[in-house]
């Protein structure tokens, strides 16, 4: 969508802002030994109190009510009771959720507790780059020359980036215009970002592989060679300058 009058920055503010409530507190709520599924319900429990809706839910019929990815898991973990945290692990929660007719979407990965596993190399990598993407949008740039800056990041840094997985345009429904904002460089992408419109951008950044396969269970995405990735997302607002981050909340990427 493009923010075209008063209401709409006002709407896009406020599920925004629930949206980055909501990973907040669930990112301080998870421990050790507990389940996906509880740290997922309590995600659902703030959501409701805000008034705003699960986006995969409520687009999907999706089995939670946030996604929550662990270890290998690169995308749109099921949040279930036999999923037990431990400590160490590299964590993605995902909330996306519709608040009076508006959509945000807000995503960060981490690592649990003690980084026993070396993880918070690829955590840090991720951020970085997420900082650095948005630090170059503005109204006129190719996309594709966005992907290209965040898979050139992400090779310095030695990882590489999940290819098949993209930021998406949002506003008024989890997907729109443009679909398709790429970790890598496309060259048949001629698109560029608007100013006024409202885009979701996420890295992928991954230790090995650069495909994203369907699990079994029909949601759970993992990597085609294995590995681990880490994924950071914000909703913003394309400007002529510095982008508008509409679901930047103090302490979740620093």
Wanted: with cysteine; proline share 2%; net charge neutral.
């Amino acid at each position: 969508m493009s923010i075209t009058k008063e209401y709409e920055l006002r709407g896009m503010q406020e599920a925004s802002h629930a949206v980055a409530t909501t990973l907040r507190a669930m990112r301080e709520y998870a421990k050790p030994g507990m389940s996906a599924k509880e740290l997922d319900d309590f995600g659902g429990e703030i959501l409701n109190k805000l008034g705003a809706k699960s986006a995969p839910k409520l687009t999907y019929g999706f089995p939670g009510w946030t996604c929550i990815s662990i270890n290998n898991e690169v995308a749109h973990g099921i949040p279930s009771a036999h999923k037990i945290l431990q400590e160490g692990d590299l964590v993605n929660i995902d909330v996306s959720a519709e608040l009076n007719g508006f959509w945000s979407d807000n995503g960060g990965s981490f690592v649990l507790g003690e980084d026993l596993n070396g993880h918070n190399k690829l955590v840090n990598a991720s951020k970085r780059i997420l900082k650095q993407a948005l630090g170059n949008i503005r109204g006129g740039v190719r996309i594709a020359d966005i992907g290209k800056l965040i898979e050139t990041e992400a090779k310095k840094s030695g990882y590489k980036v999940i290819r098949n997985l993209t930021g998406h345009g949002i506003g008024r429904s989890l997907h729109e215009e443009p679909h398709e904002i790429a970790n890598y460089y496309n060259r048949y992408n001629l698109a560029r970002f608007r100013k006024n419109s409202v885009v979701a951008v996420e890295t992928f950044i991954s230790t090995a592989s650069t495909i994203a396969s369907t699990e079994k269970d029909g949601w759970t995405l993992t990597g085609s060679k294995g590995g681990y990735v880490a994924q950071h997302e914000h909703t913003i607002i394309v400007t002529d300058g510095k982008p508008v981050i509409l679901t930047e909340m103090n302490g979740i990427f620093d």
